[in-house]
Each structure stands twice: as structure tokens, then as C-alpha cells.
């Protein structure tokens, strides 16, 4: 039988490792890291980490933190691309990475009701988005990022509250190659498949879910 004062002392230094964990975190997110190149991400992904829709910011707050993480570790090994922050995550330790994405994840976000796929399917836009085209090999988003959208595990990240500016140049960058980093290749067969105005189209669908009325 494990002493009770081991117990207490295991207890006591986990939960400072915890909190060691949360403050550097939330550090990296408001002030950057410790290598001046490692930006705060507050400024371009807001206060509230939900992103800035005008230039194209994406949401993080709520973001699974695996997925978060892989995220970074893939910026920084070149496997995902982007000139602001393959740098920026080059600069961060692997502490700082999974603290900051601990943090992210940790962050709230607005709550979006929950609908069900035959309620919400009364446009050819919505039907792409919840039942996609299986005669051209194309599934719907939500069966993979869930119902609505919210986001499944660390592999399906949520797609509503994110800018349709954002979405569109992710399924744009799967399609032409520049973004390659999926599970599976699964995003690079579904986004090939679809047309200018499909990718539009469905990203509009989710970020437009913002705010929408629904039931479960």
C-alpha cells in the first residue's frame, strides 16, 4: 500500500506542474516565448483566441490541443506551410508548444447549437456541407467534423466559428498541393474534388452557422 504522505506529495507536485504548465501557456499566448521570434499569438488571433475574420486569422480557442500541437510541431518542420508561422513556431521549445496549446484549448468559445442534418439541409450549399456528393467521392463534412460541425477528437477539428476566408485557403491549399499534412490524405481528396464555387460555398456554410438558432 502506497504511504498516504507519497500520495500527498505526488498530488502536490502535479499540480504544480499543472499550474507551472497553464502560466506558461498563457504567457506564450498574451506575451510570446521566450525566444524573441516566438510572437504572442494574441495578435493576430485575438484576445479571446477566436481570430481576426478580416485578415484571414483563424480561431483557436476551443481547438483540440493534440490537434493544436501537431499543428505547430508541422509549421515547424516544414510539413505545413506558412510564412508568418513556420518561424514563429521554430522559435517555440517543446514546452512551450504543448503549454500554449493546453491553453488554447482550455479557452471558451461561443456555443453553437447542435442540429440535426435534416433540418438544416434546405439549400444545395447546406446539403454539399452535412450529405456531400457521393457520386464524386465527396462526404460530408460533418461526417467527419461532426454533427454541425463542432469538431471530433484531435484528427476533425471544429469548422464553424472559423472565417470563411480561413477555410476557403486551407481547402485551396489542400487542392493545389501547398498544404499536404492530413490524416490519411483524407482533406486532399475531398478538397480536389471540389469546385471554386463548392469551396466557397461550404466554407460560408460554416462560418455563417455563427449565432444560428437550432435544436439537438
Known sequence: ???????????????SLQIAQATEGR????????????MACIGCHGADGMGMAAAGFPRLAGLPAGYLSKQLADFRSGSRKNPIMEPLAKALSDSEIQSVSAALAAMPTPKTPVVRRQ????????????????????????????PGGLGVGEHFPPLVHQPASYLVAQLNAWRDGTRSN???????????????????????????????????
Open 1 to 15: 500500500m502506497i504511504p498516504l504522505d507519497r500520495i500527498l506529495v505526488s498530488g502536490a507536485l502535479l499540480l
Open 27 to 38: 504567457t506564450v499566448f498574451t506575451q510570446g516565448g521566450q525566444n524573441p521570434a516566438a
Open 119 to 146: 433540418q438544416m439541409a434546405s439549400s444545395p450549399d447546406e446539403k454539399l456541407a452535412l450529405y456531400g456528393d457521393w457520386s464524386r467521392g465527396i462526404p460530408g463534412c460533418v461526417q467527419c467534423h461532426g
Open 182 to 216: 492530413d490524416t490519411n490524405q483524407l482533406m486532399v481528396g475531398v478538397a480536389k474534388a471540389l469546385n471554386d464555387e463548392e469551396v466557397k460555398a461550404v466554407a460560408d456554410y460554416f462560418a455563417n452557422r455563427i449565432g444560428q438558432e437550432g435544436t439537438q
